[in-house]
């Protein structure tokens, strides 16, 4: 019996590859293990961020000087519905 060559590359490649993948158990460990926490000094500064973001729109959209962007907002409408989000609601 002659054996073909590549076909011997090709056994030998699909071993390989089946022996290297990561098992179920691996992903899932590595995944529970990358986690981030804020400390709360942190949380606080973000939410100081927030909180004057808020304010600074407030009294632009109370004084007349806040601009819509409307290619932004028609950039985020249209990106929107191509994912299959209902706009309407």
Known sequence: MKINPINRLDAAYQAYHKN???????????????????????????????????EQLKSQIASGTYKVDSEKLADKLLSAWKSGAKIDE
């Open 20 to 54: 290297n993948q990561p098992k179920r158990e691996e992903v899932t460990n590595k995944s529970q293990a990358e986690k981030v926490e804020l400390s709360s000094e942190a949380k606080l500064q973000i939410q100081k961020e927030k909180d004057a973001k808020i």
